[in-house]
């Protein structure tokens, strides 16, 4: 293996190289593949070719290690790896000149230019709450900004030792401000677009068996 310049906390794109690697059943894959593209033209060399390919990327190899092929006719003794999506390097467990094994965690690769923010309602409150409503998000972290996300996900269980139910909220985080396990406040807005009748609650007279309030209709004192 040949690691390239990445290690834990780098920023990666989608396609940057993050080593080169011998694989010896690739390798045998990837030969399988040369030899049914070299056959003559027909239902059986097509099937087989199909086949071959597919058994690479059954091997999760990229797209353009079978570019490669398809255009040089010859398979390349090591092949790139490149970085499946836009992220940022959470694990780097690879080194140069490392042997690995099927299965091993070379990469571990986290995009947070979106993250999820998860609160606990209160019981009382969760008629108020459905997806897709307005949120607006704190983090101590940043005090005096907010955050302005969306309700993905209501949680379909009960929390019996507090009587909440925890929610999700979706977050962009273009400016990877927002990290994990940041500790976070949520306003959820609970109201609508239809008006409402709003008065100071000093003008409401309790008289304990209801409230009422004065209207002046003007002309007099």
Known sequence: DTVEDVTTGTEVRKGQPLLRLYSPQIALAAADYLTTLNMPASAAGASGAAGSRQRLLNYAVPLGLLAQIEKTRQVPITFTWEAPRDGIVLERNV????????????????DHSTVWVLVDVAERDLANVSE?????VKVRSYPGRTFAGTVSLVYPHLNLATRTVRVRIQLPNHDLLLLPD???EAEINTGTDEPVLALPASAVIDSGSRQLCRVGQGGGP
């Open 132 to 136: 897709k409503q307005s949120v607006i």
């Open 95 to 110: 080194s140069d000149g490392m042997r690995v094994r099927p299965g091993d965690v070379l990469f571990r690769i986290a």
């Open 182 to 184: 940041m500790y976070a």
